[in-house]
């Protein structure tokens, strides 16, 4: 019974979970928290996984290991391996006049659809290294390397130089210089996001593919596996044994809608990022800046806790009679206005109420996804199975509206550390080599369904449109 490790190190915190290779029960587990803020030493991550690795009884037991993180955060290396500055976040927003200028460097939106399947917004790593490159340029000089917070810590794991560097295309693909499409990377756009520079970027492994660690001081033993990794949304499919026609909806510190389809979209817009899956497929993607926060700011303004905030939702009427939120509480990425504000609208004399208050946060929260899987859907993915994760989706005002707002059955699965998991399963896939992942047994679902409210969506597309015309 070989031992497998998966590390999810999100914004918020690392979790570890230790699994049975062949069968993937649950062994044990671990958890450490991340500091706040969209600025981090990427030491700090670093030791957050040793205090989840010590929480989880220790990792010199495990065969293999596979680190999966949350995507496209800025980490620059110098020739040392020695990080050059503080690693600049997915959420850090000071990357969106960079962004504008790449657009507009190349042509327009069509021009990077077709390079790179993606559109650069400020959450990108080619975002933040043109704003290093014009707002930092001694520490663009110093950069040999520029890698991805799970390659970093991939790295720490393995040991070596920024020589033994490697990625996924999962993770490689939210980098805005990485095609998902044709699997190579496009280092005429490094170099032009970094104005002519050229540091080099982590190797890219195929999905089973795995290196030894090297080093003899660190929290896995010597000639264990170490996998790919992946980005966090390709994480969580791979730990929800997620297909074709399966799109994951994850309610955490953000909104994401992600589908896995066998074709890479193409969106000039820039609302879906064509993003790679951890096994070969692609994962279309959509992103908001506004998740579960929405229902608990709005719960903190009504002076509720969350289940009293569920329970005043559920109480008012579908629509909120005529009440409209648009939750552009942080900014937003899908439509790209990182300088919004949320918008309440439709306010009469009679309908301003803690209730349709409530519902209408509830409301508006599943409309921007909504937003989000249309857009998906557009593209030509098709879509049979909506699966919703995250805190978000422990309420139960999510649970009863969002089939209301989908149109359709939506399937809850249980609680689970579902990127950490899907990062144990790819280790798995390590020790086994070539063929399929690993057929670990899906996680249980609970299915809720209602009647369809497209009044509702409708609403709050047209009060959407209210706010863009007024950014």
Not at 66 to 83: F, I, N, P
Not at 119 to 138: G, I, M, Q
Not at 229 to 239: F, L
Not at 401 to 421: I, N
Request: net charge negative; with cysteine.
């Amino acid at each position: 019974m070989p031992l497998v490790a998966g590390v999810d190190s999100s914004t918020q915190s690392c979790k570890i979970v230790v699994c049975d290779a062949d069968s993937g029960e649950l062994v044990r587990t671990g958890s450490a928290p991340h500091p706040a803020g969209t600025e981090v030493a990427p030491a700090a991550w670093l030791r957050a996984l040793v205090a989840a690795a010590a929480a989880a009884g220790g990792l010199d037991d495990v065969a293999a290991a596979s680190v999966g993180a949350q995507q496209h955060g800025m980490v620059c290396l110098d020739a040392g391996a020695a990080v050059v500055r503080d690693a600049l976040l997915w959420n850090d927003t000071r990357s969106a006049a960079a962004a504008h200028q790449l657009i507009a460097d190349l042509a327009g939106g069509e021009q990077w659809a077709d390079a790179v399947g993606v559109v650069p917004v400020a959450a990108l790593t080619v975002s933040k290294l043109r704003w290093l490159a014009d707002t930092e340029p001694e520490s663009a000089d110093s950069t040999a390397a520029v890698c991805l917070p799970h390659d970093w810590l991939t790295l720490q794991l393995s040991g070596g130089g920024t020589d033994a560097l490697i990625t996924d295309r999962s993770d490689a693909s939210g980098t805005g210089y990485f095609s998902a499409a044709t699997g190579r990377y496009r280092s005429d756009l490094l170099e032009l996001a970094m104005r002519g520079r050229h540091p080099s970027l982590p190797r890219v492994l195929t999905p089973a593919d795995s290196v030894s660690v090297t080093r003899t001081d660190g929290l896995l033993r010597p000639g264990a596996l170490l996998g790919a990794g992946s980005g966090d949304n390709a994480g969580a499919a791979m730990g929800l044994d997620a297909r074709p026609g399966d799109c994951i909806v994850s309610l955490g510190t953000s909104g994401v809608v992600s589908a896995v389809t066998a074709a890479a979209p193409r969106d000039p817009s820039g609302i879906v990022a064509g993003f790679a899956d951890a096994t070969g497929h692609h994962l279309p993607l959509v992103c908001t800046l506004n998740g579960a926060p929405v229902l608990a700011t709005t719960a903190r303004m009504l002076g509720v806790d969350l289940a009293e905030f569920a329970r005043l939702a559920l109480s008012a009427p579908a629509g909120a009679e005529g009440l409209v939120l648009v939750p552009f509480f942080a900014g937003e990425r899908s439509p790209n206005l990182p300088a919004a504000t949320g918008a309440l609208q439709g306010v009469t004399m009679t309908n301003l109420t803690p209730a349709n208050i409530a519902r209408a946060a509830v409301e508006g929260l599943l409309c921007s996804l909504r937003f989000c899987l249309d857009a998906i859907s557009e593209q030509g993915t098709e879509v049979e199975r909506i699966l919703v994760v995250g805190g978000g989706g422990r309420s139960a005002a999510v649970r009863a509206l969002a089939p209301a707002v989908f149109g359709c059955e939506v399937l809850f699965p249980t609680d689970g550390e579902y990127v950490a998991r899907g990062a144990a399963r790819q280790a798995a896939w390590t020790l086994r080599g070539d063929g399929p992942a690993p057929a670990w047994e899906r996680p249980a679902t609970e299915t809720t369904s209602a009647p369809a409210t497209p009044q509702v969506y409708l609403r709050y597309r047209d009060a959407t449109q209210l706010v863009l015309s007024r950014a």
